[in-house]
């Protein structure tokens, strides 16, 4: 049974810093695209950001661009998201994500189904 897992989330004041990581339980960790969405209560599931198989491709929307990074440790196994200059409106539930396929790799995945495996989601709230 694959397991991502999520840490990281919490409080933070508009302007502040927070790293999520996510450490999933892949053999083949280096051979995924992983990616980072976020749910917000009434809304859908949106994209934050995704990262191709090395590292070497990053992929991110609008809203977050230039101000969130999303990073991996294909040695340690682990993937990042480095959240800055946060806005209450980032407030959500972020979950991390993983697709094998490889298309996700070169031109990016930026819907929930194109993602196979999905964490239990970290809390992130962000006070004005």
């Known amino acids: 049974q694959v397991q991502l897992v999520e840490s990281g989330g919490g409080l933070v004041q508009a302007g502040g810093s927070l790293r999520l990581s996510c450490t999933p339980s892949?053999?083949?960790?280096?051979?995924?695209?992983m990616g980072w969405f976020r749910q917000a209560p009434g809304e859908e599931r949106e994209f934050v950001a995704a990262?191709?198989?090395?590292?070497?491709?990053?992929y991110y929307a609008d809203s977050v661009k230039g101000r969130f990074t999303i990073s991996r440790d294909n040695v340690k196994m682990i993937t990042y998201l480095q959240m800055n200059t946060l806005k209450p409106e980032d407030t959500a539930v972020y979950y991390c994500a993983a697709s094998p396929a490889d298309y996700c790799s070169t031109d990016g995945c930026f819907l929930p189904d194109e993602y196979v495996y999905w964490g239990q989601g970290t809390q992130v709230t962000v006070s004005s």
């Open positions: 990262i191709g198989w090395s590292g070497g491709s990053t």
């Open positions: 892949l053999r083949t960790f280096s051979s995924y695209s």
